[in-house]
């Protein structure tokens, strides 16, 4: 299946798709997280039969409900193109590194130079956590920084 990527300047980004019974379909990704949900006339290309906009928070609940599985995906695929580039998912011990502390606490960035960009807690997406962020055992935290950045964090998460 193919999926075409329109950017919308100031506004964010719309991803369009046919499926296999033929309708099309986009998905209008807003810079603010909202999301909205188009489907296409199927008489007039131009024109929209309906959509429904959906908050930040609605929408990582329809991401869980359809599988998080294309986002690991496309994070594959953006490791392959930004060289030097590292991805990992760091599960968080019962009660060594940083688990009972913030993002904060532990001056993640600043000591290792790596970012945590989301938490998946008890089937739960918490996309771009905050220093105030408490960590819990059994979290899993994707981390994004360079191989040696990382390895650092995974380090300082979990020991």
Not at 85 to 90: D, G, K, P, T, Y
Not at 118 to 123: K, L
Not at 136 to 153: F, K
Request: hydrophobic residues 40%; contains cysteine.
């Amino acid at each position: 299946m193919e999926v075409f990527e329109t950017p919308l300047p100031g506004v964010g980004s719309r991803y369009e798709f046919t499926t296999a019974a033929g309708d099309r379909i986009a998905v209008v990704a807003r810079r603010d997280r909202r999301r909205e949900f188009v489907l296409y006339d199927e008489e007039d290309p131009d024109a929209c039969r309906a959509s429904v906009e959906l908050t930040g928070e609605e929408s990582a609940v329809v991401v869980e409900l359809l599988g998080g599985t294309k986002l690991t995906e496309r994070l594959v695929d953006l490791r392959h193109e930004v060289e030097g580039l590292a991805i990992e998912w760091v599960t968080m011990p019962d009660a060594t590194g940083l688990t009972g502390r913030t993002i904060g606490d532990g001056r993640l960035r600043t000591a290792t130079g790596a970012s945590v960009v989301a938490v998946i807690r008890g089937g739960n997406s918490i996309p771009g956590p905050g220093p105030e962020f408490g960590f819990e055992a059994g979290d899993v935290v994707l981390v994004i920084g360079s191989h040696a950045s990382v390895q650092a964090a995974n380090d300082l998460l979990t020991r």
